[in-house]
């Protein structure tokens, strides 16, 4: 039975858009992809392995929404203007959840 929603499409765009929330969330701006997948995605119900989450990762910075350092296992996420002009709904990136307006 199909309910007409593609959940694989709907979780891999909220995750991005939760991704760019955390990176903002922080001081730095800044988040290794093993927090990402072991504290910040599973508390939203996205539990996937670290090349699921490095593959958003590098999807986030192909669009210019963050910045990536690699770390020998770990990809090192930075938010950088365009991430947060979407987090701001300044802009909309394409295949990221745009963020609820407030109060909703």
């Known amino acids: 039975m199909s309910l007409g929603i593609d959940y694989v499409t709907k979780i891999r765009n909220d995750a991005r858009l ?13 988040l290794a992809s093993n927090v990402l997948q072991d504290v910040v995605l599973p508390v939203f119900g996205i539990r996937q392995d670290r090349a699921w989450v490095h593959t958003q ?7 210019g929404a963050v910045q990536l350092l690699s770390a020998n296992t770990v990809k090192v996420a930075t938010l950088t203007t365009l991430g947060k002009r979407h ?18």
């Open 18 to 30: 939760i991704i760019l929330r955390a990176l903002s969330e922080q001081t730095n701006d800044t």
């Open 87 to 104: 987090i701001d709904r300044e802009i909309v990136l394409e295949n990221v959840t745009r963020p609820s307006m407030a109060g909703e």
């Open 57 to 63: 990762l590098d999807y986030l910075a192909n669009l």
